[in-house]
């Protein structure tokens, strides 16, 4: 359970918690302060205002630090407004996540990178085209020491995979907003671009908030799942002898589920309005400490998606889209996501966490 350190509002007494305390010196009621999902749920007038930035993504020139690597992040948040596709939490997922890596992580203003339909910026509507060209800006020229954030909230498909190199025989995809006319981004692509060029000394996090999202970075290793009820590295690299390591560098991946699952998209948790659960409870467990590690941070994850359940949460029936679009038959789809944790190399997940 979180806790957090407050004073009492009557006697000044220090307190520890999450939620309202009733002091045992004086027994008046405190709450704690709010929570950034809160304070930005709320509406805090600050956190809306977008980074200016040059209109072509891979022209952005962010300014590292003196002695140290530069801080980058491209977001985005996709609600395909307008469409039996529509979700409602997306777009919050977005601006709560840059929100977080601005106040909690340092993220230069000016160097994250936001894709969502409420932009003016022709260059960062979520298209495919406008996708694929902010992660090759993402990496564009990194080099040690820099800390790289891919944050994905929307739609997650799987297609089959001919070639191999798949274990289930299905890769995973992300769908932009034109992904009717355009397609989809396969896990293959999303894996060249974005991990393969990592050099030494260059870390990659993406949180990948999408259906289907298990191994959508198509890293070599996957740290238990629910299908084998234990925690250990699984060995993901493919059959086929393909490199889908990075080229020195660090990669790691929190997504919303398994392969062959749905993520929800909820106003259970939140009380306020919709968002990722994913996103919620990854931020949710940062902020009240309880993602000091890797492995904390995905047991958190986990544990506050299972007590929730979201039998109450949106979730769009993913598997009608899927036949839609792949020729083959139609998958079981396990109800309660079980977020999951990819890397490019098996470590330590008692390791601190940072970004």
Known sequence: MARRLVRCSSCHTELQGPRAISCAHCRCHTAPPPSYLQRFLHGRSHIHSLPSLQSDPLRYSPTPDQGQGSKKAVIC????????????????????????????????????????????????????HNIRNALRWLVQGCRSGDSLVFHFSGHGLQQRNYNGEELDGYDETICPLDFKTQGVIVDDEINETIVRPLTHGVRLHAIMDACHSGTVLDLPFLWGTARYGCSKWEDHRPRTGTWKGTNGGEAFCF???????????????????????????????????????????????????HQKGF???????????????????????????????????MFDVNTLFRL
Request: charged share 20%; proline share 3%; aromatic share 8%.
């Open 77 to 128: 948040g996709i609600s395909y407004r307008n469409t039996k596709f529509e979700l409602d939490g997306c777009i919050n997922d977005a601006k709560c996540m840059k929100y977080l890596l601005q106040t909690k992580f340092e993220f230069p203003e000016s160097t994250i990178v936001m894709l969502t339909e409420e932009e003016t910026d022709r260059w960062k509507i979520p298209t495919k």
């Open 255 to 305: 997504s919303g589920c398994d392969d062959s699952q749905s993520s929800a998209d909820t106003s259970v948790l939140s009380n306020v309005t919709s968002t990722g659960a994913m996103t919620f409870c990854f931020i949710q467990a940062i902020e009240y400490g309880d993602g000091n590690t890797y492995a904390s941070l995905l047991q958190n994850i986990r544990q506050n998606i």
């Open 311 to 345: 039998k109450k949460g949106k979730c769009v029936p993913i598997s009608a889209l899927m036949q839609m679009l792949l020729a083959s038959g139609s998958q079981k789809h396990v109800l309660i996501q079980e977020p999951q944790l990819s890397a490019s190399y």
